[in-house]
């Protein structure tokens, strides 16, 4: 069940930033990693904002613990619930409408397309793991969504909440300014992008392509179109797969490639 906090504010104004949340028992990771860069220059012109809450500030013994020992024995620690869910419920309080989403390489693969849904909500929580996981129950009920970011484990939720913040923010209107449009890149029709060169036209011998110089529009979109079908066909089967049946026109480029190669 897709779980949404309800927020206090009910404004939904489009000038309202995108507002992050990540529950962390790291938060310093997450501030240092989003002020750099385009998210640190969005972050600054209030397109986006990025809140950070621990966990720990919500445990209650002396020791501020966040962990304990796994019910069944077992190697390893296993996420507290008390905490957990005090920092979620916090994080619900002020967020608006959004998602609570657990990083874990059991959750969905993080796609093109999630980012770009994901970038369409008002904001996001996302929550990040350590030691062995998070009690079940937590998972089962404060979470509306998993996402993984590959398959492979890392040691804490961070990196996976820095991947996601930054494919999703950077879809936001606004965060990469006028010039790049994220309708050109890698994966947004399905194919991979088509290589890219700037000057000098002759890098030690090694030249850029002369239709990229010849100024002819048409001619420099074909062969765009027809080196991100070549490269997708190469390197990725299975998006590769995806794109079938080819439309008539990049049927006709891939043969005419496979006839006569870049040149043509
Ligand atoms: N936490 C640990 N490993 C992860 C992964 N691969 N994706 C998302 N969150 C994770």
Not at 213 to 225: F, L, Q, V
Request: aromatic residues 8%; negative net charge.
């Amino acid at each position: 069940m897709f779980r949404v906090c309800e927020s206090m504010n009910s404004d939904t104004d489009s000038r309202q930033p995108f507002r992050v949340t990540v529950i962390t028992l790291f938060p310093e990771y997450v501030e240092q990693a989003v002020s750099h860069s385009i998210l640190g220059r969005a972050l600054a012109a209030g397109l986006i904002s990025v809140h950070v809450i621990n966990p720990r500030d919500y445990a209650t013994n002396r020791h501020k613990t966040v962990d304990d020992y796994p019910f069944g024995g077992g190697a390893g620690m296993v996420m507290k619930p008390e905490p957990l869910v005090a920092a979620i419920e916090a994080s619900c309080e002020s967020k608006g409408t959004s998602p609570v989403i657990f990083m874990s390489p059991a959750g969905e693969p993080l796609t093109q397309v999630i980012a770009a849904e994901l970038s369409n909500l008002t904001g996001i929580t996302l929550v990040c793991g350590h030691y062995e996981g998070i009690d079940e129950r937590v998972r089962e009920h404060w979470i509306d969504r998993e996402i993984s970011i590959g398959d492979y484990v890392l040691t804490g939720g961070e990196p996976a909440a820095l991947v996601v913040i930054d494919a999703v923010c950077r879809l936001v209107p606004g965060v990469l300014g006028n010039d790049a449009s994220p309708e050109d890149e890698s994966f947004s029709d399905g194919t991979l992008e088509y290589p890219h060169f700037t000057r000098p036209s002759d890098f030690r011998g090694f030249k850029v392509p002369d239709i990229l110089m010849s100024g002819h529009h048409a001619k420099i979109e074909d062969w765009r179109r027809t080196m991100a079908l070549v490269r997708t066909r190469s390197r990725r089967p299975d998006l590769w797969e995806r794109l079938q049946p080819l439309s008539k026109e990049d049927r006709k480029r891939i043969d005419t490639y496979d006839r006569l190669g870049e040149s043509k």
